[in-house]
C-alpha cells in the first residue's frame, strides 16, 4: 500500500479510482463502502448531518468535516474514545493500528487497553470521524485541527510539536550543528537532518545512550516538561543544563524566549504513551457508607414515600398561599428577589429550595402569568385538576414533569453569559443537557443494588468519564456544567422523594421505565429515549403511581383537640377538612403531625368568612376524637359575641354601632388618633381612610368590626380564587438537533444513495463533446438535442442522466428513465426520488446518457 496523500475529504478526486472495493482514499470513497445500515447508524448519532438531508455521500462527507459538527461529535465520545482520537492526532498520518495500540498502551502494553481499543476504534468510525482500513486509520481532518498540539492551544496529551514542526524556520546550518553535537553524521539538506534527528529520538537504543551522557540537571529539566506543558521559557543565556538539552535538539525553539520539547523525544521520555493516565474502562458508582438504612430496600422505599408526601404537601402550600394571585412578573421575566424570599419564608425553606418547588410546579403547568396588564402570577386551571387526582398521581406528575424539564433550578441566583442575574420562573434556566444528566444520575444510582446508595463522588467521576470536557477545564471545577446539574440531581431527587436515603427508591425505578427487580431484563437507557413520548410518559407515571400509593397515610377525618387551644392532625387531612382547619386556625408545626393553633385572629377570620359560632362548633365536634376543651369553646362564643358589632362602611369609610358608649370609648382611646374619626351621629363615626385600613385599625386595637355593604349587610370575606387562563407547560429545550425518527433515517438513506447515484453515474460522451462530463458536475445541451435526446430515450427505454433547476433555483441531478414527451414535460421514471415524477423540459439544463444501463 502506497503513502501517497489522499486528496480532499468531501471531495470526488479520488473517488472513481477504487469502485470494487480497493482502498478509500477519501471519506466519502469510505462511506460510499458502508451499507444503508451503517449510514443510518451514522445519521443517528450524528442528527445534525441529516438537516438538511444532503444530496448525495460527497456532500454527506463534506458536511461531517465542518468544524462545528466535528466539534459536536467529539463532546459526546466518552474518555477513553476521546483519548483514542487526541493519540491519533499526535501519531502519524495515516496511523497503522498497532501504532495507535503502542501510543495508547505504552512500549509495555496494557491488557485493557488491548480489550477496549477495538470498540473504541470502531466507535470513532461509525461516527465518520475516522476513516480508512486497520493499517491507514486517518482522523477528519478538522478533528486533527483540533486535537493536535499547537501553540496557541495544548494538546490534552501534554505533547509538543515534532522535530519537523519545530523546525520548520530554522536554519541550515543550525540544523547541521544539532546533528554533530548529537553525534550524527551530516547531511546534504535539511529534510535529510530533520529525518536523521526524527530517527535518532525515536531509536530507543541510540536515544538511551545519549541521555545516558545528559547531565543530571537536565534530565530534572526534560522530567518538567515530559507531562506537559512542554514549552519552557528561556533568557537570552541559559542555563548550562538548558543549554545542553538545546544543542542536541532535546529542546527546540518555539520562539524567541520560548523552548518546546519534541513530540518524538517526549514520547520516548514516556515510554511510548500519548497519556499519563489513559482511562479504558469507566469508573463504577460506589457505594456510600455510613449511611444509615442504605441495603435495605424497604427502608429506602419508606424513607422516599415520606419525603413524596412532604414534597406534595409543600407544593399545595405554595400554591395554596398564591390562591387568590401571586407575585408580579417582572419586566425582564421571573421573580423577584424579594418575592423568592417571601415565598422561602411562607414555605420555611431557604431560597434555593423555593426557586426548586417554584420551578418544579411551572415544569408542570402548576402556576403560570396570568398575562394581564398588572400581570402576576396564579395557578392555573391545571392545578384544580391535578388537587382532585390521588396522591400518588400527583407525586407522579411532578417527578416526570421535574425529570424531563430542560429549566435547572440550581441556576437560580447566578448570571447568566452578559452578567445579568437568572430570576426564578424567569428566561435563561434552560439548559438542553439538564433532562439527560437527570436520567443518567438515576441511571446510574440503578446499578447498584436496590436500597443501596452512591458516593456523590463516583457518580460525578462516571458522568465527567462519558462526557469529557473539551474545553481543557478540570473536569471537577464548578465550570463543569453537566457535573453542576449531576450534584444538583442528587439533592433534588431526596428532596422530591424519587430517592431516599441517597439510594434509588422502587417507584424511582419504575418512573425510568426500569423494571422494579434488578434482574428483570432492561430496556433501553433512558437517555437513548429520551425524547418519551405522550404514551411512555404516561404509562411510566401510572406504574410509579401504583408502587408508591400503598406507601402514602390515608388521609385522616379527624384531629385531636387540645385543651391549650391547640389541634393535632396525626397525619394528612382530607382536602375539606385541611381547608376549613387552615382558615379557622393557623399553623404552628409541621412534621409527621401539624399542630394548629386557635387564635381570637384566626376564630374572626372564619367569621369573616361566613361562618357562624354554631358553624364552627359543629366542626370541631365533628372532626375532633378528643372532646371540644371548654377555652376553645369559650374563645369561639367570645369573638362571635364581639364580632360585627361596629360595622364599617365607606365615607371613605365610616364606623356604625348600636351601642354609643363603645363609640365613645373608640373616640377617646388615644390609640385611634391615626384612625382620623369625628362623629356623624351618636352611632356613626366617619374617617378619612379607606375601610380596610380602618378594618385593620380597629382590629390592632382590640375591636372585632365587620365590614358591610352599601345595603347594610355584612360582607363575607371569602378568598376569591384566582386563576390564569389555561396554560400548557413549558416545553423542555432539546439538544438540537434531535436524533431523527426511524422512518426519516430510511427515507435519508434512500434519498443519499439516489443523489449519489446520480452524481457519480459513469456517462457517456455527448454528440458534441469530446468528453464525457465529470461526476457532480451537471450535464449541460442545446435544448434542441435535449428534446431529441428524451425522445430517443423513450422509444428506445434507456436512461439518463439530467440536470434540473426547480421552482427556487436549487439545481440537482437526476438519473431518470423517460415514459413519455408532450406538451413541453417529459414523464419519467426518477431513481433519485424513486417515483414517477414530470418534469419541465425547460427547466432541463442538459442530458447525458449513461455508459452503463442502470440494473
Given at each position: 500500500m502506497g503513502t501517497t496523500p489522499a486528496g480532499p475529504e468531501g471531495t470526488d478526486e479520488a473517488d472513481t479510482a477504487t469502485r470494487g472495493g480497493g482502498v478509500p482514499r477519501t471519506l466519502a470513497e469510505a462511506l460510499r463502502a458502508r451499507t444503508d445500515e451503517e449510514l443510518a447508524a451514522l445519521l443517528r448519532v450524528r442528527p445534525d448531518l441529516v438537516s438538511p438531508v444532503p444530496g448525495d455521500l460527497t456532500q454527506l462527507a463534506t458536511r461531517a468535516g465542518t468544524r462545528a459538527s466535528v466539534l459536536r461529535a467529539l463532546e459526546r465520545l466518552d474518555r477513553f474514545t476521546l483519548q483514542t482520537a487526541e493519540a491519533l492526532a499526535v501519531g502519524p498520518d495515516p496511523t497503522p493500528y498497532p501504532v495507535l495500540l503502542r501510543l495508547l498502551g505504552g512500549d509495555d502494553g496494557d491488557p485493557q487497553i488491548t480489550a477496549t481499543l477495538p470498540d473504541a476504534v470502531a466507535t470513532l468510525r461509525a461516527q465518520a470521524l475516522i476513516w480508512g482500513g486497520d493499517d491507514r486509520l486517518r482522523l477528519v481532518r478538522t478533528a486533527r485541527e483540533l486535537l493536535a498540539p499547537a501553540p496557541g492551544r495544548p494538546s490534552p496529551t501534554g505533547l509538543g510539536p515534532t522535530v519537523a514542526e519545530a523546525t520548520a524556520g530554522m536554519s541550515p546550518g543550525r540544523l547541521q550543528t544539532i546533528l554533530v553535537t548529537a553525534g550524527l553524521p551530516t547531511t546534504h539538506d535539511p529534510v535529510s537532518a530533520v529525518a536523521a534527528l526524527t530517527a535518532l529520538f525515536t531509536d530507543r537504543d541510540r536515544m538511551a545512550a545519549l541521555l545516558d551522557s545528559a547531565p543530571m540537571e537536565a534530565l530534572a529539566v526534560l522530567d518538567r516538561l515530559v507531562w506537559g506543558p512542554p514549552y519552557g521559557e528561556v533568557t537570552a543565556d541559559p542555563t548550562p543544563p538548558v543549554r545542553w538539552l538545546r544543542d542536541r535538539g532535546l529542546l527546540l525553539p518555539a520562539s524567541p524566549r520560548t523552548v518546546a520539547l519534541p513530540r518524538e523525544a517526549a514520547l520516548y521520555l514516556r515510554a511510548g504513551r500519548a497519556h499519563r493516565e489513559p482511562e479504558p474502562l469507566p469508573p463504577e458508582p460506589q457505594p456510600a457508607h455510613g449511611v444509615a438504612g442504605t441495603g435495605r430496600p424497604q427502608v429506602v422505599d419508606s424513607a422516599a414515600a415520606a419525603q413524596a408526601l412532604t414534597a406534595l404537601s409543600t407544593v399545595e402550600e405554595l400554591l395554596h398561599d398564591w390562591h387568590e394571585g401571586g407575585p408580579p412578573v417582572m419586566r425582564a421575566g421571573g421573580l423577584a428577589v424579594r418575592d423568592l424570599k417571601r415565598t422561602a419564608t411562607a414555605l420555611e425553606t431557604g431560597e434555593p429550595m423555593a426557586a426548586f418547588w417554584l420551578e418544579v410546579a411551572y415544569a408542570a403547568g402548576l402556576i403560570a402569568s396570568d398575562g394581564d396588564a398588572d400581570e402576576r402570577y396564579a395557578p392555573t386551571p391545571v392545578y384544580d385538576e391535578w388537587l382532585d387526582r390521588p396522591p400518588a398521581e400527583r407525586w407522579a406528575l411532578l417527578a416526570d414533569a421535574w425529570l424531563t424539564a430542560s429549566r435547572v433550578p440550581g441556576l437560580v441566583g447566578g448570571q447568566d453569559v452578559k452578567g445579568r442575574p437568572l430570576a426564578a420562573l424567569g428566561p435563561g434556566l434552560d439548559r438542553p443537557a439538564a433532562p439527560e444528566v437527570r436520567a443518567r444520575v438515576l441511571e446510574l444510582l440503578a446499578t447498584l443494588e436496590?436500597?443501596?446508595?452512591?458516593?456523590?463522588?463516583?457518580?460525578?467521576?462516571?458522568l465527567r468519564w462519558e462526557r469529557p470536557l473539551r474545553t481543557g477545564t478540570p473536569a471537577d471545577t464548578p465550570l463543569d456544567p453537566r457535573s453542576r446539574i449531576a450534584a444538583w440531581t442528587l439533592g433534588e431527587a431526596e428532596a422530591l422523594g424519587v430517592t431516599g436515603r441517597g439510594a434509588l427508591s422502587t417507584h424511582g425505578r419504575l418512573l425510568l421505565g426500569l423494571p422494579p427487580e434488578p434482574g428483570a431484563p432492561r430496556p433501553a437507557p433512558l437517555t437513548e429515549r429520551l425524547p418519551l413520548t405522550t404514551a411512555e410518559r404516561g404509562a411510566a407515571q401510572a406504574a410509579a403511581a401504583v408502587a408508591l400509593a400503598p406507601m402514602l397515610p390515608v388521609p385522616l377525618d379527624h384531629i385531636l383537640l387540645q385543651a391549650d387551644l391547640t389541634a393535632v392532625a396525626p397525619g394528612p387531612l382530607e382536602r375539606p377538612l385541611a381547608e376549613t382547619l387552615a382558615v379557622l386556625a393557623d399553623v404552628e408545626s409541621k412534621g409527621g403531625a401539624t399542630v394548629y393553633r386557635f387564635t381570637p385572629g384566626s376564630v374572626r377570620r372564619a367569621l369573616d368568612a361566613g361562618r357562624t359560632a354554631t358553624d364552627l362548633h359543629t366542626f370541631l365536634a365533628t372532626h375532633s376524637r378528643t372532646p371540644v376543651p371548654q377555652p376553645l369553646s369559650y374563645l369561639i362564643d367570645d369573638v362571635a359575641r364581639r364580632h360585627g358589632r361596629l360595622r364599617i362602611g365607606v365615607a371613605s369609610a365610616y364606623v356604625r354601632c348600636d351601642d354609643d358608649a363603645l363609640l365613645d370609648e373608640i373616640l377617646a382611646d388615644r390609640r385611634s388618633q391615626g384612625l382620623i374619626l369625628r362623629r356623624l351621629a351618636?352611632?356613626?363615626?366617619?374617617?378619612?381612610?379607606?375601610?380596610?385600613?380602618?378594618?385593620?385599625?380597629?382590629?390592632?386595637?382590640g375591636y372585632a368590626p365587620a365590614a358591610e355593604s352599601n345595603a347594610g349587610d355584612v360582607v363575607i370575606a371569602r378568598a376569591h380564587a384566582r386563576r390564569t387562563p389555561p396554560r400548557t407547560p413549558p416545553v423542555p429545550v432539546p439538544e438540537s438537533p434531535q436524533a431523527p425518527e426511524p422512518v426519516l433515517l430510511t427515507a435519508a438513506v434512500r434519498a443519499i444513495r439516489a443523489g449519489d447515484l446520480a452524481a457519480t453515474v459513469a456517462r457517456a460522451p455527448g454528440p458534441a463533446t469530446a468528453a464525457a462530463p465529470r461526476p457532480g458536475e451537471l450535464p449541460r445541451s442545446?435544448?434542441?438535442?435535449t428534446l431529441a435526446t428524451v425522445q430517443a430515450a423513450v422509444m428506445t427505454g434507456s436512461t439518463l442522466c439530467i440536470g434540473y433547476v426547480n421552482a427556487e433555483g436549487s439545481a440537482s441531478q437526476r438519473v431518470i428513465a423517460p415514459v413519455?414527451?408532450?406538451?413541453?414535460?417529459?414523464?419519467?421514471?426518477?431513481?433519485?426520488?424513486?417515483?414517477?415524477?414530470?418534469?419541465?423540459?425547460?427547466?432541463?439544463?442538459g442530458v447525458a446518457e449513461l455508459a452503463d444501463e442502470l440494473p
Open positions: 436496590p436500597g443501596t446508595a452512591a458516593e456523590a463522588e463516583s457518580v460525578l467521576a462516571r351618636p352611632t356613626v363615626l366617619a374617617s378619612q381612610i379607606d375601610q380596610s385600613s380602618l378594618l385593620e385599625g380597629l382590629r390592632t386595637m442545446a435544448p434542441a438535442e413519455r414527451v408532450e406538451g413541453g414535460f417529459v414523464t419519467a421514471y426518477d431513481h433519485t426520488a424513486d417515483e414517477v415524477r414530470t418534469y419541465p423540459l425547460h427547466r432541463i439544463t
